[in-house]
């Protein structure tokens, strides 16, 4: 699975495949979330973690799983050395966990080591490795922080409502209520769409899509899209393997 892929059942329930070390999966109760163990299902499997109809988003970090429920609840598993699950522990769980913090969760997203969440009221949280400035956020002293285990508020979008969040990598990027786009985190191959391949440390507006009325984001690995509302796609970032659909350059 990829950062940022989601995936929903007609009825709502919740079915995982493919590799599911690290717990990912959420269906390996016991199992082995510290040391790296090859197994994978070839076929999906339920996941009872909510009743069907109430499963809202899923989202496939790098090793790590999280599942927004219909009425906000956050739950995350798998691989949590770099707080990712946003339970307090640098540690995995196999099974799905409940991030007792954060309610009323809108929309949520996952990245390598990181992940992200809007509540419905537009605030953003971020938790996990902030090694590449994916987090967003500073320390009290204007430092850097190395990273967290808990959700914490990203001060620098106080004010802006954020309604959708996606997690590349190593890099992060929001929609806003006023249909504007802000990135942050690791700059290489202009992922962040700034005309610069420098990190961001707190999330900057892309001023290229100033004026653009843009509906939906999304991040891969080490590029980032956007569609505006009149239907029209904006690619950017690294397109080695053709990925931003705009020919040879």
Known sequence: SRPGQHFKTRVNSLWTWGNAD???????HGFDTVGYQSREHFAPVEVNVLPQRLVHQIVCGG????????????????LGAQGQLGRGLFEGHGEFLPVDVLDNV???????WHSAAATKI???YTWGSNKDNQLGLLGESGRVIEGSAFPLL????????????????YHT????????????GKGAQGRLGHGSESNEIIPRRVDALRGVKIA???AGYDNSGAVSEDGRLWMWGHGGWNQLGVGSR
Do not use: M, N, P
């Open 22 to 28: 690290f717990g990912r999966s959420g269906v390996d």
């Open 122 to 124: 537009g605030e953003l």
């Open 154 to 169: 990203v001060s620098a979008l106080k004010g802006t409502k954020v309604i959708q969040v996606e997690c590349g990598a």
């Open 63 to 78: 090793a790590h799983t999280l599942v927004v429920s219909a009425s906000g609840r956050l739950l995350s598993c798998g």
């Open 106 to 112: 809108a929309w949520a997203g996952g990245g390598f």
């Open 173 to 184: 990027i929001a929609l806003t209520s006023d249909k504007e786009v802000y990135t942050w």
């Open 216 to 218: 939906s984001v999304a």
